[in-house]
């Protein structure tokens, strides 16, 4: 399966990452942290909202893989590992070789605990 590339551009850089390899975009002011599973970190010059506008726009059939959470994260789908809703905290991690600890909101890590289980198809077990 061929990569996805996101492109930033501006007058003073470019950015190409890899989307399935972004594990999640953080609110810094007007700017944007982005995340990737190999520990890279770089900041765009661009609002959260902005960026979940661009991210919909450039990539939709992927997008679904990407959700935003509370008012400071949007975060890749594939990477969630714990939601703890009483310690407020959701890991993020490929299970081998990285793991980011989020502290997140209640509600909205309520939110995304009930994404995740809706999407869950109950197996049939046998006693």
Do not use: H
Request: aromatic share 10%; glycine share 4%; with cysteine.
């Amino acid at each position: 399966m061929a990569a996805e590339f996101i492109y930033f551009n501006s007058r003073d850089e470019f950015l190409k990452i890899d989307l399935s390899k972004i594990v999640y975009f953080e609110a810094e002011g007007n700017y944007t942290k982005i995340m990737v599973a190999n520990g890279l970190e770089s900041m765009v010059c661009m609002g959260l909202s902005k960026m979940e506008q661009f991210i919909s726009a450039t990539i939709q059939k992927k997008s679904s893989t990407m959700a935003r959470i509370g008012k400071r994260f949007i975060i890749n789908l594939a990477y969630i590992y714990r939601i703890n809703v009483l310690q407020q905290e959701l890991i993020l991690s490929d299970q081998k070789s990285f793991t980011y600890k989020l502290n997140i909101s209640k509600d909205a890590l309520r939110n995304l605990k009930d994404l995740m289980t809706s999407s869950i198809k109950p197996s049939s077990a046998k006693d």
